[in-house]
């Protein structure tokens, strides 16, 4: 992603970055995609409708746009609370409420987390959510089991970059290709380049490199499945990522099922 040109200055922040790095980056019967909400956020909590949540639809989000300086790669950037059951981002003023599901944060907004009240790590910390965050090396469409509560982790930040790419913190939903030669042809318009991982990707050796898919237990105790598919605008193929490509903008599908259900299903 330009996570990306974060890496530009390379030689002389390669250490900083790496530390930074370090502690934080089927068959459906119908698809809905939507825009990010601009609007103004609004300035009281809504009530939640649980008969409104989409279970069992496939849901698209495009282009969910974050801080992004390529300048000083390093610095702070506010985190992004977004919510599954409304499929919009929310207030930082939401932060202590059950009204959002998954957190953005970190290195260029790159690592996701849940919302939890009981870890002090995390930006829900004594408020109402109960979720929590968890990965596996299995495509979207094949994953149908709901992990069980140990498997989710409950602090900030914890699912980012890959241990196949550069930088790597564990199995993540991206893959930073530093050199562009892991993914790319070596060429300078392909260094530097951040591939979501929702899709088989196929490395430059002619080997396939396996989907992973981020399943969330959401902050009011629902579950969700998340295919990861770019951070780059309006760009969802690995082809169509290069060096410049504006960034960061995160788009993903996602498949949410109810409390107490024992797998994922889209009807």
């Given at each position: 992603m330009k996570i990306i040109n974060i890496f530009q200055k390379r030689a002389a922040t390669g250490i900083l970055i790496l530390a930074v790095l370090a502690s934080t980056f089927t068959a459906c019967k119908k698809t809905e995609g939507v825009k990010p909400d601009t609007t103004t956020p609004e300035t009281t909590t809504p009530t939640r409708d649980a008969d409104k949540v989409p279970y069992y639809k496939l849901q698209r989000v495009e282009n969910l746009a974050a801080q992004t300086d390529?300048?000083?790669?390093?610095?702070?950037?506010?985190?992004i609370f977004f919510s599954l059951d409304y499929k919009k981002e929310q207030p930082a003023t939401y932060a202590k409420t059950s009204f959002w599901d998954i957190s953005l944060s970190g290195l260029y907004?790159?690592?996701?987390?849940?919302?939890?009240?009981t870890d002090a790590a995390n930006s829900g910390y004594q408020g109402p959510g109960k979720g929590g965050i968890t990965i596996v090396q299995q495509a979207f469409d094949d994953v149908t089991a709901i992990p069980t509560d140990a498997d989710f982790k409950t602090g900030k930040g914890l699912i980012g970059t890959d241990d196949k790419g550069s930088f790597g913190t564990g199995t993540g939903w991206y893959l930073y290709d530093f050199g562009g030669t892991v993914v790319g042809d070596g060429g300078e318009t392909k260094v530097h380049v951040a591939y979501a991982l929702g899709n088989a990707l196929k490395l430059a050796d002619g080997s396939t490199f396996p989907a992973r898919t981020v399943i969330v237990k959401t902050a009011s105790g629902d579950y969700a499945k998340i295919k990861m598919i770019s951070c780059y605008k309006d760009v969802?193929?690995?082809d169509?990522?290069?060096?410049n490509t504006p960034h960061m903008y995160f788009t993903f599908e996602y498949v949410m099922v109810p409390a107490g259900s024992t797998k994922f299903e889209i009807k």
């Open positions: 390529d300048q000083n790669p390093t610095t702070p950037k506010t985190e907004n790159s690592f996701l987390g849940g919302n939890n009240n969802f193929t690995p169509q990522m290069f060096t």
